[in-house]
């Protein structure tokens, strides 16, 4: 089993819908939780932080849930620019590990 | 947030020959750096943790005779491929972590050094 799993995609979508990605991850252990955007043929960049009270930035929030060892990522009104491919990073204090990524496609 | 860069962004080389690339945290002093590799429309693989003053410690299945690093010091860290082949053309990103400052422990990217070797 890999130690962060996720959505295998791609999600292809309208503009305007909502959409959900989730991420699993294994180790008991792990501190701290991240989503990453990645633009075809650049490097990832943070979208946000995954904190256990949930947090909201504009269009997206993300939610944590250590008891289940996942965390979510839900974008609203998506928009053609969201179109990328996001990765879920799962922190222990000397080890990370990212997942392989859910492509999303938003389509006029 | 904090600025990573990689030199160079880009290179070619024939078979055989080996090649250097840099990863430099320009505002922070990271302890901790990580070398990835992409290929085409696949994630991101870690391929080794390096850690300042230390050895890296590589992932299962990454050659450390051939994918040397070295970290000497806390801005700095080089990946070598040494005796570069066709198969190792790929996307090579390194990132930077800093567990003593700004940032906690998000990570940040440099912008990627894409290996063409002919």
């Known amino acids: 089993r890999k130690e962060v799993e996720q959505d295998p995609g791609p999600f292809n979508v309208p503009e305007g819908a909502t959409v959900a990605f989730n991420c699993t991850y294994s180790?008991?252990?792990?501190?701290?939780f991240f989503w990453y955007r990645q633009d075809c043929r650049k490097e990832p960049k943070l979208l946000m932080s995954?904190?256990?009270s949930g947090n909201e930035d504009g269009r997206f929030t993300a939610q944590l849930n250590r008891a289940s060892q996942y965390i979510s990522l839900l974008i609203r009104d998506s928009k053609l620019s969201d179109s990328a491919t996001y990765l879920c990073v799962v922190n222990t204090l000397y080890d990370m590990r990212f997942g392989a990524g859910t492509r999303l496609t938003v389509k006029p | 947030g904090a600025v990573v860069s990689q030199h160079p962004s880009w290179v070619i080389c024939k078979s055989g020959t080996s090649v250097k690339i840099e990863c430099r945290s320009l505002d922070f002093q990271a302890t901790t750096m990580f070398w990835y590799r992409q290929f085409p429309k696949q994630s991101l693989m870690l391929m080794a943790t390096?850690?300042?003053?230390?050895?890296?410690?590589?992932e299962q299945g990454v050659e450390k005779d051939k994918f040397l690093i070295n970290h000497a010091s806390l801005t700095l860290s080089t990946l070598t491929v040494t005796s570069a082949h066709p198969e190792d053309s790929s996307f090579y990103i390194c990132s930077a972590r800093d567990l003593t400052g700004r940032g906690g422990d998000e990570q940040f990217f440099g912008p990627g050094t894409r290996l063409t070797v002919l």
């Open positions: 180790n008991s252990a792990s501190q701290s």
């Open positions: 995954v904190y256990s």
């Open positions: 390096s850690n300042e003053g230390s050895k890296a410690t590589y």
